[in-house]
């Protein structure tokens, strides 16, 4: 450019822009290239420092751009964030993991065979649920996502039921009223999951507010996925959660895609999940969600935080989607077919069995042994549940359910209704 061009622009002044240009976020590969997960900055097992639990949230921002891992590639224990768990609550932790697979196995089985319209498994996240819920007390609740089956299965809720809510038979707990692995259970710390999603995150801090309000002793846990935490609700529920320092945990389970929509778009320019706590004061971190013992410390220090009246935290699960999305996915439309295969962190399951082995709390037969007796008993809950009816055969709820648990005394326009039709 000329010394004349530079006089008429003005010295000191910028060349002129080009035309705006759209950014849309792309994943790192897609159908047909290698995969690759550069991007996920894994430090070494036990590196991360453990904060104490009144720690002030400024203080360790460092924690939402890390990954709090226990379980090294050896399957040892190192760090400091080793929890407490003896090896019978491990092999316990274990068999819920298996458990929830081998149930995915069988409900997406049924769903194929046209016994049900829908189904969602957990593949890979498997540990997330499971060890969250054994950190958690009778009484706290927990507002879910489709994808949090573990409260339940680690809660002991009868197969049967979960079963019987998906095949919308005459046993079923929610009287057809949902539609399939929408459960709930008040008993079990599991509210109604809404099809509508994030609006669970408002009701997990409005939940804990109240019990706040009452001097309550409870806490809520808020779930969510990754995709979802573009919707105005998450962020309306860090606001509320921080204002009024509400005693509950606020979870993101970060399993890279929002059924074809890969992390980078509802994450933003944010870097990570975690780190949208941090413009609200609420302390942050992130986990290596599929280390068993790494998730079950975080929660239990996140959930000590809450009752001991020190406000929320967000933690977000660094995990991987291995299946698809819902029976409903194709996902080789929009990721490589082996991409699960290179994910990093490895699978959960796999690496609580390769510690209890490597502490001599199991071996290769005792899993192979406890495989086949999960597998059986899955069997055993299943037969029983088809015994009440499934999607196109047997009992169904009685249209009479439609009427009730609605109104507290029911209408004239509904008893009349009711007579017209007979129940």
Not at 155 to 161: A, G, K, Q, S
Not at 170 to 182: A, F, I, T
Not at 203 to 228: L, N, P
Request: glycine share 8%; charged share 20%; proline share 6%.
């Amino acid at each position: 450019m000329g010394s004349d061009d530079a006089s008429r622009r003005g010295a000191g002044q910028p060349a002129a822009a080009g035309p705006l240009q759209f950014h849309v976020p792309r994943p790192a590969s897609r159908p047909g290239e290698k995969p690759d997960f550069s991007h996920v900055v894994i430090p070494r097992a036990g590196t991360v420092d453990r904060p104490p639990v009144d720690v002030d949230p400024r203080e360790i921002r460092d924690l939402a751009y890390s990954i709090i891992r226990v379980l090294n590639r050896e399957g040892e224990a190192v760090g400091p964030w080793v929890p407490d768990l003896s090896q019978e609550d491990l092999i316990r932790g274990l068999r819920h993991m298996m458990t929830l697979r081998s149930f995915d196995a069988r409900m997406q089985m049924a769903q194929r065979q046209g016994k049900t319209s829908f189904y969602m498994q957990h593949t890979g996240e498997e540990a997330v649920s499971c060890a969250f819920r054994i950190a958690l007390k009778p009484g706290d609740m927990n507002f879910p996502t489709y994808r949090q089956a573990g409260l339940l299965i680690a809660d002991d809720y009868p197969l049967v039921d979960m079963m019987s809510q998906i095949y919308s038979n005459e046993r079923d707990p929610m009287k057809g009223r949902q539609l399939p692995v929408m459960y709930s259970s008040k008993a079990h710390g599991f509210f109604s999951i809404s099809g509508n999603l994030a609006t669970q995150y408002v009701q997990a801090v409005g939940w804990a507010m109240a019990s706040a309000i009452k001097q309550d002793t409870r806490i809520a846990a808020a779930w969510i996925g990754d995709g979802s935490t573009a919707e105005s609700d998450f962020h309306a529920a860090l606001v509320f959660a921080s204002t009024y320092k509400a005693p509950v945990v606020l979870n993101v389970v970060n399993n890279q895609w929002a059924i074809s929509t890969f992390q980078g778009i509802a994450r933003g320019g944010s870097g990570t999940f975690a780190a949208r706590g941090l413009g609200f004061g609420i302390p942050a971190l992130r986990v290596d969600g599929n280390d068993y013992l790494a998730t079950y410390a975080v929660a239990q220090w996140a959930i000590e935080r809450a009752r001991r009246n020190l406000g929320p935290t967000l933690i977000e699960y660094v995990t991987y989607r291995a299946g698809a999305h819902s029976t409903s996915d194709d996902p080789s439309a929009y990721r490589p077919k082996h991409e699960s295969d290179e994910w990093p962190l490895g699978d959960p399951l796999i690496r609580l069995k390769q510690h209890l082995i490597a502490i001599g709390a199991w071996s290769e037969e005792r899993h192979k042994q406890a495989e086949a007796e999960i597998l059986a008993t899955v069997i055993a809950a299943q037969k029983e549940a088809e015994s009440f009816g499934t999607l196109h055969s047997g009992g169904k709820p009685s249209a009479r359910d439609i009427f009730e648990d609605v109104y507290a005394e029911l209408p004239p326009h509904l008893r009349r209704q009711r007579q017209q039709i007979g129940v």
